[in-house]
């Protein structure tokens, strides 16, 4: 599974979204597609441990978490430092 389909799947089980997540766009608004702010937080805490990571402070925004492609880039940082 890419690091997109786990973003995606993720956010099928915890975005509560009104859209089906399978048919949209990587940058897709996903809080014009229903996510609510409460829901960001159980994506964001699904994320970490589905990649095994923790989102600093800094990336703590609404922007971090507005589309699939932001959440990935993100993730793809923080992997990236770690290594």
């Known amino acids: 599974m890419t690091a997109v389909d786990t973003v995606r799947h993720v956010i099928d ?7 089906d997540v399978a048919n949209l766009a990587e940058d897709a608004d ?8 409460n829901a960001s937080v159980n ?3 699904a994320v970490e441990d ?3 990571i923790e989102f ?5 925004s609404k922007c971090t978490f507005t589309s699939i492609g932001s959440i990935c880039s993100a993730v793809k940082g923080l992997l990236e430092a770690a290594a």
């Open 13 to 19: 089980k915890h975005g509560k979204l009104k859209a």
């Open 30 to 37: 996903l809080y014009a597609a229903g996510m609510t702010s």
């Open 43 to 45: 994506v964001m805490l």
């Open 50 to 52: 589905a990649f095994d």
């Open 56 to 60: 600093p402070d800094e990336l703590l």
